[in-house]
T-cell receptor, first 112, second 112 residues
Framework: NAGVTQTPKFRVLKTGQSMTLLCAQDMNHEYMYWYRQDPGMGLRLIHY???????AKGEVPDGYNVSRLKKQNFLLGLESAAPSQTSVYFC???????????FGPGTRLTVL | AQRVTQPEKLLSVFKGAPVELKCNYSYSGSPELFWYVQYSRQRLQLLLRHISRESIKGFTADLNKGETSFHLKKPFAQEEDSAMYYCALFPPRGGNTGKLIFGQGTTLQVKP
């Protein structure tokens, strides 16, 4: 079991560029989440999904879009990257009923 | 409002000293509470949850409903305990989304 994996691990973008971060889980979890982690801000929820084909906004959704076309994958897109989106992005998943979340290794994104 | 507060951004102790990382929450009901740990450049992982009432790596945490606190304690800190610690609350009434409410995190630094 690989658990939760994220691709890529690192990325540098220029302002205005776009990119997609991929999260995959092999635990058959229904729920998936995208967080960003910034110094002094802790973890902030960007978007989440409670099942295949569903998505919902979290605490800081602006500038991001997501898709959950397959149960095991949750994609996070940045259409026009801004320096304020420089952060470490974590994906997580959990089973129905919630509680414990399982995290991926993170993606370190720098926007110049 | 549902909230988790970790009042210390940084806690610095010497090896062998007792450690207490504070966590206070606001929730009208009976939440589930967790402590997550993130070692340097690693993914977040569950350290312990209050319903299991177990000790992990020498850490314990007791839910105090009267004081709405879930402080993390260890009698003798080790250098390998240096990490970022997050307290998180799961509101059972919000179980249809599985969302966790995270505190801002406390960095524990154990000095030799």
């Amino acid at each position: 079991n690989a658990g939760v994996t994220q691709t890529p691990k690192f990325r540098v973008l220029k302002t205005g560029q776009s990119m997609t971060l991929l999260c995959a889980q092999d635990m058959n979890h229904e729920y998936m989440y995208w967080y960003r982690q910034d110094p002094g801000m802790g973890l902030r929820l960007i978007h989440y999904s409670v099942g295949e084909g569903t998505t919902a906004k979290g605490e800081v959704p602006d500038g991001y879009n997501v898709s959950r076309l397959k149960k095991q994958n949750f994609l996070l897109g940045l259409e026009s990257a801004a320096p304020s989106q420089t952060s470490v992005y974590f994906c997580a998943s959990s089973y129905v009923g919630g509680g414990e979340q399982f995290f991926g290794p993170g993606t370190r994104l720098t926007v110049l | 409002a549902q909230r988790v507060t970790q009042p210390e951004k940084l806690l610095s102790v010497f090896k062998g000293a007792p450690v207490e990382l504070k966590c206070n929450y606001s929730y009208s009901g009976s939440p589930e509470l967790f402590w997550y740990v993130q070692y340097s450049r690693q993914r977040l992982q569950l350290l312990l949850r209050h319903i299991s009432r177990e000790s992990i790596k020498g850490f314990t945490a007791d839910l105090n409903k009267g004081e709405t606190s879930f402080h993390l304690k260890k009698p003798f800190a080790q250098e390998e305990d240096s990490a970022m610690y997050y307290c998180a609350l799961f509101p059972p009434r919000g179980g249809n989304t599985g969302k966790l409410i995270f505190g801002q995190g406390t960095t524990l630094q154990v000095k030799p």
